[in-house]
């Protein structure tokens, strides 16, 4: 469609090709996760908003969260893995591809973590939209997603290892931490997660 009207598998490949040796050249330390939609939709209402930021009292939800948008447990898996590299004293700002759907949310979402118990809470800065048309950094993040989209599709099992000759391997070999930095949230993952949440329901 559109300009790449009439490209081949191969000319589909080259382009993806390219696109990674530009990622390889420039000091970009990536991570990624995604999120198993059929997982997510199997968990209760309160879970979802508990992993998208919704507030609870004893056990009892009180506000906030987004229930319908798994993107946020992502969103909250960004901050805490890249507030992490930062040491004490030191505070990252953040750059996100302009959303009406999500960017509003987000904002709310950052302020509250910030404002959290969070131990890194004081390392993050701003969070700020931006243009991917106009910023390389975004559209670098975009090809990241994509092939962290592609690569779970195929191995929905990807928690174990990212094999170095598929593109996701390729892309990413500058990562400091592959099996800190890229995860699949999945039921497993999830159940981890929320063991703190069950425990606190199950007494009520």
Known sequence: MGEYAGWTKSDCQSLLDDLIAVLKRYPIWPFGSAVV???WN?????ERRFLT???FLAGEYKDGGAPTKPYFAAFLFAL????SYYKKGRSVDFMMDESKNLEGYARIYFQKIKSSSFERADRLGSLS???SKEQPGLQAADLLAYLVLRTTREAPEINKEIEDDTPLGRAVGKARN????????NKRAFDQI???LRGRESKT
């Open 53 to 55: 930021g919704g507030s």
């Open 37 to 39: 939609a059929s997982d």
């Open 178 to 185: 592959l099996k800190q930095d890229f995860k699949l949230f």
């Open 42 to 46: 199997a968990l209760t209402l309160d």
């Open 129 to 131: 939209p931006g243009d």
């Open 80 to 83: 805490q893995n890249v507030s």
């Open 194 to 196: 929320l063991v703190a």
